[in-house]
């Protein structure tokens, strides 16, 4: 019989697709797995079991949520959640304030935003832009953003553009004062009522519609004359043409990308004076404006600050350059061809100097990174060897202490990517817990999450060192037995830590358990299990391989670090292998374990559906496997 020792030193390729597991030929084969669930992929190439999830908050009532991270430095950080109508703000994992707001549920998916300073712009194409500021800790204002106005005047510094034919006149009854605005044909709706137009670059407000063809207006900038003009313009952003879809903030300039009637159009303010955006005579600091100009109209799905003015269409990707960015110097170059994701706006990140963006498909992850050779950018697949495990994404966000991108899916799963390009690892994993998650957000390197637990939305958090889920960390100056607070968790199974040993599962019930004994420091949550499962033993050289031959596991070697439970399947079920006294996990100073652990294998096993070997455990203690040594027969 054949025989093979096979030595699996990392796994930092991550999960492979199924429909990758014939290619025995790529070195992502040798080091991936075909289940990694609930584990973090170390730099060094081993695998930890996943942080638990810290209870923060329960939304009753809410189906829906956003959420943001609004950090102006590292000791004034909040995690904003946006549900309907309603703005709740976090600090440290405790609410600060709650306040009514003006979006609806359904425009939550499509919710956009920019952070500068104190002030947040937020954006939807059926929402009049907002700003969102805060005062104190405790005080948060929202308010519509406002275009500055001229002190004489009153008019307002808003983009303007002539959405009617072009041979469409207006003809105003006088100069000055309260006038008539007749059109050549219908054209006023009830929606132009207090907007502003321009004729000939002077400003009119619409006061009242009379016709369809005549409408009051008061003149704030008096007219040239009272002759006929194709030379007007109305709002660029109304109720009637629909408001920005994206925002960012670049070379000390507010953008706003994209809207309903115009998709493919940007607008830039003047420098130093957001809310001004007069195009003026087109002086270096004046507003900018321009659009995309390709053989079909693409819509700006995200507008990005990074070493460039990014822009990410439905069809592809573009680079604004000019430095200084001006009127004058601006220049717009399409980069890659892949296009973004539209079915809601889930923004790119930046991470180590790329952009990351879920292609048109929702099946990709793109990594949109400038080439100092080529000068251009290039937007290369970091999902091709995991594909499987992207299914219509709902968010996304980057933590940047763990190397850690987090995409929530549809599913309620988290696909977790740990990427250092340095060392070439790009590997995907996946989050599980008992709900599914809804949606993400990064603040100040604390990782939170919204979980809809037993119909409930939850706020929740990753906590290092814990190992249960919706779980609280306790602690009491004398030890006790019985433990309270617990309502979230109420009739559930949960696990117990207590003073760093775990202890028989309870059932809560009153918001309240008993430990079968007293301690000063407990982790109480539910349990969630990781898992560990190999790849096919396809090593493509005729001497060990499961393709049309059975094969069978002689004994297999474990690396653990830091470890302090173990649970192996080699062929006779799931066991746990034996950490502390006699075996006996429960009520046991258990020891941490460094090193190797020899286990022997039984039966044969045909095809890809069993593996040789897998690891699965709930058991809240620590596991991390560096690597496993297999020493494998086949049949002749």
């Known amino acids: 019989m054949a025989k093979l020792t096979i030595s699996k030193n990392n796994f930092t390729a991550g999960e492979i697709a199924p429909d990758l597991w014939g290619r025995s030929d790529l070195q992502g084969y040798m080091n991936g797995a075909a289940r990694l669930r609930n584990v973090l992929l170390r730099p060094t190439g081993g695998v930890t079991r996943r942080p638990g999830l810290g209870h923060v908050a329960t939304l009753d009532g809410v189906t829906a949520v956003r959420l943001i991270a609004f950090t102006f430095n590292t000791e004034q950080a909040y995690l904003l959640v946006l549900s309907a109508a309603i703005l709740r703000v976090f600090r440290n994992g405790n609410p600060v304030f709650t306040g009514s707001a003006p979006w609806t549920a359904a425009m939550l998916p499509n919710l956009t935003w920019t952070q500068s300073a104190d002030t947040l712009f937020l954006c939807h194409p059926d929402l ?59 054209f006023f709706l009830p929606g132009h009522v207090n907007l502003q137009f321009r004729l000939k670059k002077k400003a009119v407000r619409i006061n009242s519609i009379t016709s369809p063809k005549v409408a009051q207006a008061t003149v704030l900038q008096t007219l040239e004359n009272t002759s006929a003009t194709a030379d007007w313009e109305e709002p660029a952003f109304s109720a009637i043409h629909g408001w920005p879809v994206c925002t960012t903030i670049y070379q000390d300039r507010l953008a706003f990308a994209g809207s309903r009637d115009l998709p493919n159009r940007v607008w830039l303010s003047k420098t130093s004076d957001i809310d001004n955006f007069d195009l003026g005579t087109g002086l270096d600091d004046e507003a900018i404006e321009f659009a995309l100009l390709t053989d079909q109209v693409d819509a700006i799905r995200a507008v990005v600050a990074g070493r460039h003015l990014q822009l990410f269409t439905t069809g592809a990707e573009w680079m604004i350059t000019g430095e200084p960015l001006t009127p004058t110097k601006l220049r717009a170059d399409r980069q890659t061809r892949v296009g973004s994701f539209a079915d809601r706006a889930i923004p790119p990140r930046h991470v180590d100097g790329a952009t990351l963006f879920l292609s048109r498909t929702g099946k990709e992850l793109r990594e949109f990174i400038y080439t100092d050779i080529d000068q251009s950018y290039t937007a290369a697949d970091l999902a091709l060897l995991s594909s499987h495990l992207f299914a219509d994404p709902v968010d996304q966000d980057y933590a940047q202490r763990d190397r850690l991108f987090l995409v929530v899916m549809a599913n309620g799963r988290i696909a977790a990517l740990t990427l250092y390009r340095a060392q070439q690892v790009a590997a995907w994993t996946v989050f599980m817990t008992d709900g599914p998650f809804r949606a993400i957000a990064v603040v100040d390197n604390t990782i939170y999450v919204a979980v809809l637990r037993a119909g409930t939305m939850r706020i929740e958090r990753f906590v290092p060192d814990t190992h249960s889920d919706a779980h609280l960390l306790q602690t009491s100056d004398a030890p006790r037995q019985g433990w309270s607070g617990l309502e979230h968790l109420e009739g559930r199974t949960v696990v117990i830590v207590a003073d760093g040993m775990p202890q028989a599962r309870r059932v809560v019930q009153n918001g309240a358990i008993t430990l079968s004994r007293p301690a000063r420091v407990v982790e109480i949550g539910l349990p969630y299990s990781h898992e560990i499962r190999p790849l096919p033993p396809e090593l493509g050289n005729g001497a060990v391989t499961s393709q049309g031959g059975p094969v069978r596991l002689v004994r297999a070697v474990f690396r653990l670090h830091a470890a302090k439970a173990l649970a192996v399947d080699v062929g006779q079920g799931l066991r746990q292998l034996p950490f502390g006294r006699g075996g006996d996990m429960l009520d046991t100073a258990l020891p941490v374990r460094n090193g190797d652990i020899e286990v022997r294998g039984l039966g044969w096993v045909r095809g890809t559906d069993m593996p040789l070997w897998r690891i699965e455990q709930d058991a809240p203690l620590p596991c991390t496997l560096l690597s496993v040594i297999t020493e494998i027969k086949g049949a002749d």
């Open 128 to 186: 009049p832009p907002q700003r969102i500021t805060r005062r104190s800790h405790t005080d948060w204002h929202i308010e519509t953003f406002t275009f500055a106005a001229d002190s004489a005047s009153a008019a307002r510094h808003e983009p303007t553009f002539k959405f009617a034919r072009d041979d469409i006149t207006l003809i105003p009854s006088a100069t000055g004062g309260t006038i008539s605005l007749t059109a050549s044909e219908d």
